[in-house]
T-cell receptor, first 114, second 114 residues
Framework: GAGVSQSPRYKVAKRGQDVALRCDPI?????LFWYQQALGQGPEFLTY????????KSGLPSDRFFAERPEGSVSTLKIQRTQQEDSAVYLC????????????FGQGTRLTVV | AQSVSQHNHHVILSEAASLELGCNYS??????LFWYVQYPGQHLQLLLK????DPLVKGIKGFEAEFIKSKFSFNLRKPSVQWSDTAEYFC????????????WGAGTKLIIKP
C-alpha cells in the first residue's frame, strides 16, 4: 500500500507478557518515528530512526521498551513484561527526509494490558 | 520542559459556524508549527504547517492558521465549517535543535451538528 501500515491494529496482553508491534513505513522514507498516545492525550515521542540508525531513544519510558529497524525499512517496537500503564495507542510515522517536514502516520496499534 | 496547550478539549458547532481552535506553546526559540487532523477511524494527517515566511498559512479543506510569535500562538481557523469537519485536531511543535521530534497538544474534539 501507499501509506504507513501497522500491525496488529489491536493487541490485548496479559500483564507480564512480551509484545511486538510492527511498522511498515512508506517505501523510501528515511526517517521513522514511534509515538505513544494515552487515552485523551496527544502523542508523546518515543524514538527516532534515520535509516537503520536509532538516533534518539530518549522518549522510551523504561528499559522494557526496545525498538529496532535493522534494514532501514520495517521497524518493530518491543515491550517486555507489559504493565497496565503501557496501555495506549502506539503510533508509527515516517518521512522522506531527515527533517520533520511532513510525517505520515499509520493508524496505530491499540495495546490493552489486562 | 517545552509544552503545547490546546485550550478546548471539546467544541460543538453548527454547520456554517466559524471555527477557531487555540494553540499555545512554551519555547522561546525558533519553532516549526503543525496542525494535524484525525477523522473518525482514520490516521493522523497533516492539515497545515508553518516553517517561516508569511505567518498566515493556508492548508487543505479551507483551513488556515496564524502564527503570532509575540503570543506564542498558532490558532487554527475556518470561516464556515461543514459536517465533514467532525474530527480531532492536534497542534504540534518541533524545535529547531531537534526538528525531527514533534511535541503535541492534547487535541480538540470537534463535533459539527448538521
Amino acid at each position: 500500500g501507499a501509506g504507513v501500515s501497522q500491525s496488529p491494529r489491536y493487541k490485548v496482553a496479559k500483564r507480564g507478557q512480551d509484545v511486538a508491534l510492527r511498522c511498515d513505513p512508506i517505501s523510501g522514507h528515511v526517517s521513522l518515528f514511534w509515538y505513544q498516545q494515552a487515552l485523551g492525550q496527544g502523542p508523546e515521542f518515543l524514538t527516532y530512526f534515520q535509516n537503520e540508525a536509532q538516533l534518539d531513544k530518549s522518549g522510551l519510558p523504561s528499559d522494557r521498551f526496545f525498538a529496532e529497524r535493522p534494514e532501514g525499512s520495517v521497524s518493530t517496537l518491543k515491550i517486555q513484561r507489559t504493565q497496565q500503564e503501557d496501555s495506549a495507542v502506539y503510533l508509527c510515522a515516517s518521512s522522506f527526509g531527515t527533517e520533520n517536514t511532513e510525517a505520515f502516520f499509520g493508524q496505530g496499534t491499540r495495546l490493552t494490558v489486562v | 520542559a517545552q509544552s503545547v496547550s490546546q485550550h478546548n478539549h471539546h467544541v460543538i458547532l453548527s454547520e456554517a459556524a466559524s471555527l477557531e481552535l487555540g494553540c499555545n506553546y512554551s519555547y522561546g526559540g525558533t519553532v516549526n508549527l503543525f496542525w494535524y487532523v484525525q477523522y473518525p477511524g482514520q490516521h493522523l494527517q497533516l492539515l497545515l504547517k508553518y516553517f517561516s515566511g508569511d505567518p498566515l498559512v493556508k492548508g487543505i479543506k479551507g483551513f488556515e492558521a496564524e502564527f503570532i510569535k509575540s503570543k506564542f500562538s498558532f490558532n487554527l481557523r475556518k470561516p464556515s465549517v461543514q459536517w465533514s469537519d467532525t474530527a480531532e485536531y492536534f497542534c504540534a511543535v518541533s524545535l529547531m535543535d531537534s526538528n525531527y521530534q514533534l511535541i503535541w497538544g492534547a487535541g480538540t474534539k470537534l463535533i459539527i451538528k448538521p
